[in-house]
């Protein structure tokens, strides 16, 4: 069974971003749940495949670093928001799922 509630992991990252983000959230807020939500379900896809043996380590670190650069090109298309700010927001809102995430998984993917 899944460990990865993708509402919740989602909710995390994008409190975590949010105060990243300061006074450009109201035109980021959108596009980051979007993102946000991608990068969940993204996570708890890969979980699914490696407990089935389907998806290796290595594989599991190679697609979710897709997933967060295709968000992070999202991002960087507001206005505004510059590629420090959006490396900033992604990277305080995998720190705060890290634990959760590498729990569920059984090995080290933040």
């Known amino acids: 069974m899944s460990q990865i509630n993708v509402q919740e992991l989602a909710a995390k990252m994008l409190e975590a971003a949010k105060n990243v983000f300061s006074s450009k959230w109201p035109e980021a807020k959108d596009y ?9 379900e993204s ?35 507001l206005e505004g928001l510059g590629l420090l700010a959006v490396e900033q927001a992604i990277n305080a809102a995998l720190a705060a799922v890290k634990d959760t995430v590498n729990s569920a998984l059984g090995f080290a993917i933040l």
């Open 32 to 40: 980051a749940e979007s993102e946000f939500k991608k990068i969940a």
């Open 43 to 77: 996570v708890a896809f890969i979980e699914a495949q490696y407990a089935l043996g389907a998806m290796s380590e290595e594989k599991a670190k190679l697609h979710l670093n897709m997933q967060k650069n295709a968000s992070k090109m999202m991002l960087l298309c």
